[in-house]
């Protein structure tokens, strides 16, 4: 099953969530990729065990 | 927003100022330039802007910048530490960071004007959003992928500082799901024609990769370009894929992928030399793919191979024999030119190599070329056969600059050459080394022009009689910062540019003299 998950990512256009790093947005849009930018900041109050919580719950 | 109180503390003679910033979320580039900026204010002796993260306030605390405050904050508070001579230079740092932080941000290049907060949202934008590329702090890069992949997207994971376990489970779900994650700590892939994060322009072609390292895929796609063909994906899967605790989950899908897409007729694979259960799980699906596979286990012996593979030594060659220009037993040729200065003309006991590398499979390689030429080699990031350094004595030494040691936080070298200055000023000074050999690598999310800071750094410091300097440049001519463009501006200052990594160690080491006996 998960070949077919990963192959059709190879062969569909990409089109990409960029969550942290601006410049990553930039290149991407650069070549043509559509891709959405997250206002990201820190889940669950900046704690990291409440967002890897938060992320099982979501 | 809002200022924290601020709370001053003397270490030793110098005072140490904390301020935290409470929600306030910046990434890691942008604070590296501003600590940078502060850290060179007069009489300021070390500065950081960091986010408040458990990891990076080891960091700080370990570099003497910590007080009660800053250990008070969390992983979501922006952290302002500075240590100076004297109150009123810490006072004019902290206004200064203060002014850097409050300073409208530049807009994003075709940036959108909305941004949404969440995945959830973001996907509702972007319903066909297929993939999430992750590099905030490690400690929070687990939980993105997880909503990422939970959501039905793929995700590249930039981000380093995550635990095995936690790239284990994340991965054995992912698997389940049937979502690739690559990473974490991936620096490279291109999907589709799409480079993601530090990639190059690479001509589009029929040659697959999958690597565990990011330089590696770079090196190895520019050079199947420059060599007339071209890439249909790099799949990169991070450094540790291949360990036993993770099984190579990344690896393996991207082969069954590859095998089954119209776009590749011949894989490239590049790792470190994965352990024994791990390298026989992947050469038996390497075995089934029903495509040539180039294989290239960087530092590892002869070893059996499917008879659909060939094992490769150089990264150069796995691009060679991917597209069929290097026959089994066929050895590169390396040749020097002859106006790099001959060994009898080198002063007594200047007699080795140091290598100084921002890419960490490039490093890799070179050693791969020294330990194939019977030349003893330490390293900071040893293959088999090399020494460890620091317990190896001096001979000559390849170092991984990329390497975490070196990097803690401070930006890596691809993305700020100063990091590699201090290093280079050393070895122009050491009257133990023959030769300077360099790696430079351009492309997308590498510094705008590496080789002219580079340039500046050698003319300036370079000595009458010193080392001669050998490099290698890794891109394209289609990248942002134009490869000949780049080779014009090191040859110009006397630096002598290979074609390849493989071809400047081979350099360095016929520049370098007889072989050193450490």
């Known amino acids: ?58 | 927003m809002s200022a924290a109180a601020a709370n001053g503390a003397a270490a030793g003679t110098a005072i140490v100022i904390n301020q935290l910033r409470k929600g306030f979320y910046l990434d890691s580039v942008a604070l590296m330039r501003f600590s940078r900026s502060i850290a060179a204010m007069p009489g300021v002796e070390e500065a950081a802007l960091m986010m408040g993260t458990p990891a990076n306030r080891r960091i700080m605390a370990d570099a003497g910048l910590l007080n009660q405050t800053g250990e008070a904050a969390g992983g979501g508070d922006l952290i302002l530490a500075i240590r100076a001579k004297t109150r009123p230079s810490a006072e004019q740092a902290l206004t200064q960071s203060q002014a850097l932080l409050d300073q409208p941000a530049a807009p994003g290049v075709g940036a959108t004007a909305w941004r949404p907060r969440t995945l959830r949202a973001a996907v509702k934008h972007l319903p066909e959003a297929n993939l999430a590329l992750i590099s905030v702090p490690g400690d929070f890069a687990i939980a993105e992928a997880r909503k990422a992949i939970r959501r039905g997207l793929h995700a590249m994971i930039f981000s380093d500082n995550v635990s095995l376990a936690a790239e284990a489970a994340l991965k054995q779900e992912a698997q389940t799901l049937g979502r690739l994650v690559m990473g974490p700590d991936c620096g490279t892939a291109i999907i589709n024609g799409a480079p993601l994060a530090f990639a190059n322009n690479v001509p589009r072609g029929a040659v697959g990769i999958i690597g565990a390292s990011g330089t590696g895929i770079q090196e190895v796609s520019c050079l199947i370009g420059q060599y007339g063909g071209g890439i249909s994906h790099a799949i990169g899967v991070g450094g540790r894929d291949l360990a036993n605790e993770i099984g190579g989950v990344s690896t393996l899908m991207a082969l069954d992928a590859l095998a089954s897409d119209a776009a590749t007729a011949h894989l490239v694979l590049i790792s470190k030399p994965p352990p024994a259960a791990v390298m026989a799980r992947v050469l038996e699906r390497v075995a089934g793919m029903g495509k040539p596979v180039t294989v290239c286990f960087i530092g590892a012996g002869i070893m059996p191979m499917p008879v659909n593979a060939t094992q490769v030594f150089s990264l150069k060659d796995a691009a060679r024999t991917a597209l069929g220009l290097r026959q089994n037993g066929d050895t590169t040729p390396l040749k020097a030119p002859s106006d790099i200065r001959a060994p009898a003309e080198r002063i007594a006991g200047q007699n080795t190599v140091r290598g100084l590398f921002s890419g960490g499979t490039l490093c890799a390689e070179a050693q791969a070329i020294f330990i194939a030429a019977d030349a003893r080699v330490a390293s900071n990031a040893p293959i088999p056969g090399a020494g460890q350094i620091p317990a190896t004595p001096p001979g000559h030494q390849l170092l991984d600059l990329g390497d975490d040691s070196y990097t803690r936080g401070r930006p890596h070298p691809m993305i700020d050459p100063m990091v590699r200055d201090q290093p280079i000023i050393d070895a122009l000074s050491d009257g133990a080394v023959a030769v300077i050999l360099l790696d430079l690598v351009i492309g997308f999310g590498a510094h705008h022009d590496p080789a002219g800071h580079l340039a500046a750094t050698v003319m300036t410091h370079r000595q009458q009689d010193g080392p001669v300097v050998i490099a290698s440049v890794t891109g394209t001519e289609a990248d942002p910062q134009i490869r000949s463009v780049q080779i014009a501006k090191l040859e110009a200052a006397g630096i002598h540019v290979a074609p390849t990594n493989a071809d400047a160690a081979a350099w360095s080491l016929l520049a370098a003299g007889p072989t050193v006996a450490a």
Not at chain 1, 3 to 9: I, M, Q
Not at chain 1, 18 to 24: A, H, Q, V, Y
Not at chain 1, 25 to 35: F, H, I, N, R, Y
Not at chain 1, 47 to 57: F, G, H, I
């Open chain 1, 1 to 58: 099953m998960s070949e077919n998950h990963v192959k059709s990512l190879l062969e569909t256009p990409l089109k990409v969530v960029n969550i942290g790093l601006e410049s990553f947005s930039e290149a991407l849009v650069e070549q043509g990729v559509e891709v959405v930018h997250l206002d990201w900041i820190p889940p669950g109050g900046g704690d990291p065990k409440l967002a890897d919580l938060l992320s099982k719950l979501e």
